[in-house]
T-cell receptor
Framework: DAGVIQSPRHEVTEMGQEVTLRCKPI?????LFWYRQTMMRGLELLIY????????DSGMPEDRFSAKMPNASFSTLKIQPSEPRDSAVYFC???????????FGSGTRLTVV | QKEVEQNSGPLSVPEGAIASLNCTYS??????FFWYRQYSGKSPELIMS????GDKEDGRFTAQLNKASQYVSLLIRDSQPSDSATYLC????????????FGTGTSLTVIP
């Protein structure tokens, strides 16, 4: 089992550019979560999917953020346009119905300059 | 966003001592509680889960839950330098969804 796979591991971009973060959940997991982690706010839930359908996106900070899950093995989180305050570590996690507890990916460290 | 509060620390204990980490939560309907360990620069890793009032032991780790007081704690016995990390308390919301709410974490340093 390869675990939850995120790419890229690090991303440095200029303000105003589009950023796309990618996630491959564990095969067979039917829940997928996107979190953002900063020192000040800790881990914040942005959005989560169940069976590829977005269930709760109330944590998405604003319209610049969007997330998709076109199939069970792939999800993207897009920021357009990016701003310096978006700098954080973005984690993807997956889980399976009936088994509580997430498995996190390695995260993407985003720096917007 | 549901409230999950932790003392950010840092908490320092000598090697071999008991480390005590605390967490309170606001959603009285919450039923599932978790402790994650996060080493610097790494992703969170699940170490304990607890669902019923009382204590749950797993090796050197003991999770304690008091739903009436909306309080959950983690005890680490015989602390080792390898336990030095940030410990995150997570609470599953009381609704039907599967989302967790995390505290900001407590940084623990075990001094050799």
């Amino acid at each position: 089992d390869a675990g939850v796979i995120q790419s890229p591991r690090h991303e440095v971009t200029e303000m105003g550019q589009e950023v796309t973060l990618r996630c491959k959940p564990i095969s067979g997991h039917d829940y997928l979560f996107w979190y953002r982690q900063t020192m000040m706010r800790g881990l914040e839930l942005l959005i989560y999917f169940n069976n590829n359908v977005p269930i709760d996106d109330s944590g998405m900070p604003e319209d610049r953020f969007s997330a998709k899950m076109p199939n069970a093995s792939f999800s993207t989180l897009k920021i357009q346009p990016s701003e310096p305050r978006d700098s954080a570590v973005y984690f993807c996690a997956s889980s399976i119905t009936g088994v509580l507890g997430y498995t996190f990916g390695s995260g993407t460290r985003l720096t917007v300059v | 966003q549901k409230e999950v509060e932790q003392n950010s620390g840092p908490l320092s204990v000598p090697e071999g001592a008991i480390a005590s980490l605390n967490c309170t939560y606001s959603d009285r309907g919450s039923q599932s509680f978790f402790w994650y360990r996060q080493y610097s620069g790494k992703s969170p890793e699940l170490i304990m889960s607890i669902y019923s009032n009382g204590d749950k032991e797993d090796g050197r780790f003991t999770a304690q839950l008091n739903k009436a007081s909306q309080y959950v704690s983690l005890l680490i016995r015989d602390s080792q330098p390898s336990d030095s990390a940030t410990y995150l308390c997570a609470v599953k919301g009381g609704g039907t969804g599967n989302q967790f709410y995390f505290g900001t974490g407590t940084s623990l340093t075990v001094i050799p």
